[in-house]
C-alpha cells in the first residue's frame, strides 16, 4: 500500500477550482528533475492549487512534507537497486503499480479541472500514469528534463565516441550501436523501455502538451513529438531572494559543479586547467571523481546542499559548465549569473543560449581543450572578471524568473490546457 500524507487534511475538497497532479519517481530532491517537480508542487500549493504529490521511490522529503498538499509515496525500488532486487526490471519496464495508484485519486477528479504533470519517469515511475490517465479522459502535460522521450540513453550521446549521437532514436542503426554508458545489454533493455513506452504507454505520441527548459532541447525533440503537439517555454525558477552581487575580481576558485560524469566534460575542464597550471575546485560526484581526485590532483567536495552551492558560488572567480552532451537547461549556470559570477560554456549545450559570448561569459567549442584553455586565460584579467560578472548580474535580473512568477506562469498554462 502506498504512503499517503496531507497537510490539508481535505485536499479534494477545496474551493480551489484546479487540481494538479505532479508524477516524478522520487519524492525527494535526486536530480533537477525531481528538485524542478518538488519546487512546482510547493509553489502551485503555496499559490492556492490543490496539489497532489504521486512519487515512486520514497523517503517524502520534509519540504514536502510540510506543504499544504497531498502526497501518496509508493515506496518502490529504483531501477538502480537492479542487483539486489532483479524483479525491478519488469517493474522498471511498465510500473502497474504507478497506473493504479493515479486511476484510484482520478476517480473522485474532474477531467475539465485537473491536469497531470509529468516530470521524471525512467528511473521507477514509467508512463503508466500517463496511459490510465489518457484512458480516463484527463489532460497531461510533460516536463521535457531530458530526452527520454525519444532517445533510449536520454541523452542522444555517444558514451563510446564521447560525442552528441546523430542517429535518429529508436532507427535500426540506433538499436544496433552500442552507445551506452554501461554496456550493451544496458542499451537492449532501454531500447525495450522505449518501444513499450511507445507503443503501450502511447507516449510521446498520445501527449499533445509539453513544457520545454531550452531552444535547444525544443530543436532536438520536437521531431518526435506528435504534430499536434504544443510547445510552451518555462525557464526553472531561481528559489531564493536577489543576493548582492559578488566581486568575483577578488575571488580565486575557478568553479565546477555537477555530476562527474564523462558527458559532463570534466576530465577535458580538470586536463585544461593543468595546462594551465590551475586548479579546479569540483563540487559533485560521480564515476570520474576517482580519476579527478586522484590522477589529476583536483580537489572534490562532493555533493552539498544547495546552501552550500551558493556559498561556494559567492567565494568563485569563475563557473565552467563544460558539458559535451546537449543539456537541456544547465540551472547552475543561472545560479551563477545571479550572484554576478562569470561563467565559460560549451557552446554545444542548452545553457549558451543564456550566455552572451565575452559580453555576459564566455563559450567555447565543445570538446576542444585548447579552445577551453583559451577561455579560461580570459579570466586572469580582473577588470574583465568583473565587467563580464556584472553584465552577467544585471542580464540575469532583469528578467529573472522568480518562485513566484514561475508558479503564475504555470497556472495559466495548466488554464489554458484546460480551456483547449
Not at 508542487?41 to 492549487?49: K, M
Not at 555517444?158 to 546523430?166: A, I, K, L, N, S
Not at 532541447?217 to 504534430?227: F, G, M, R, V
Request: charged share 20%.
Amino acid at each position: 500500500m502506498p504512503d499517503t500524507y496531507a497537510a490539508d487534511d481535505d485536499v479534494h475538497t477545496r474551493s480551489e477550482d484546479l487540481t494538479v497532479i505532479i508524477l516524478n519517481d522520487f519524492c525527494y530532491v535526486q536530480g533537477g528533475a525531481s528538485k524542478v517537480a518538488i519546487d512546482d508542487a510547493i509553489g502551485l500549493a503555496a499559490a492556492g492549487l490543490r496539489v497532489i504529490f504521486i512519487g515512486a521511490v520514497g523517503p517524502v522529503c520534509a519540504e514536502l512534507g510540510s506543504a499544504p498538499l497531498k502526497v501518496v509515496c509508493l515506496g518502490q525500488p529504483e531501477l538502480l537497486d537492479v542487483r539486489t532486487r532483479p524483479s525491478i526490471l519488469l517493474q522498471g519496464l511498465w510500473n502497474f503499480e504507478a497506473g493504479r495508484c493515479l486511476s484510484d485519486e482520478l476517480a473522485s477528479l474532474r477531467p475539465d479541472r485537473t491536469v497531470i504533470h509529468l516530470h521524471g519517469y525512467t528511473k521507477a515511475l514509467t508512463v503508466s500514469p500517463v496511459r490510465a490517465a489518457k484512458k480516463l479522459g484527463f489532460k497531461v502535460v510533460c516536463t521535457l528534463h531530458d530526452f527520454f522521450p525519444a532517445c533510449p540513453n536520454g541523452a542522444f550521446f555517444d558514451y563510446r565516441r564521447g560525442e552528441p549521437c546523430t542517429r535518429r532514436a529508436l532507427s535500426s542503426g540506433c538499436i544496433t550501436a552500442n552507445c551506452d554508458k554501461r554496456r550493451y545489454a544496458h542499451k537492449i533493455f532501454r531500447v525495450a523501455r522505449g518501444v513499450i513506452q511507445r507503443g503501450l504507454g502511447k507516449f510521446p505520441g498520445a501527449v499533445e502538451q509539453y513544457i520545454y527548459l531550452s531552444c535547444r532541447s525544443k530543436e532536438i525533440l520536437a521531431p518526435y513529438l506528435p504534430a499536434q503537439a504544443r510547445l510552451r517555454g518555462l525557464e526553472n525558477a531561481i528559489d531564493w531572494p536577489r543576493p548582492p552581487k559578488v566581486e568575483a575580481s577578488g575571488n580565486q576558485t575557478i568553479l565546477y559543479v555537477g555530476r562527474l560524469d564523462q558527458e559532463k566534460g570534466v576530465l577535458l575542464l580538470a586536463q585544461a586547467a593543468a595546462e594551465l597550471g590551475l586548479k579546479v575546485l569540483f563540487v559533485g560526484d560521480g564515476p570520474m571523481r576517482s580519476k579527478i581526485e586522484n590522477d589529476m590532483a583536483m580537489p572534490v567536495v562532493g555533493w552539498v546542499s544547495r546552501t552550500e552551492v551558493r556559498h561556494y558560488l559567492a567565494s568563485a572567480r569563475c563557473l565552467v559548465f563544460p558539458s559535451l552532451w546537449y543539456e537541456t537547461y544547465g540551472l547552475v549556470v543561472s545560479e551563477a549569473s545571479a550572484h554576478g559570477i562569470p561563467v565559460i560554456a560549451s557552446n554545444v549545450t542548452a545553457a549558451a543560449e543564456r550566455i552572451e559570448d565575452n559580453i555576459t561569459g564566455w563559450l567555447f567549442r565543445s570538446g576542444d581543450m585548447a579552445d577551453l584553455v583559451r577561455c579560461l586565460k580570459f579570466i586572469e584579467n580582473d577588470t574583465r572578471v568583473s565587467e563580464v560578472g556584472g553584465a552577467a548580474y544585471r542580464a540575469f535580473w532583469e528578467t529573472a524568473t522568480t518562485a513566484t512568477i514561475h508558479a503564475d506562469r504555470l497556472t495559466s498554462i495548466y488554464r489554458s490546457i484546460l480551456a483547449g
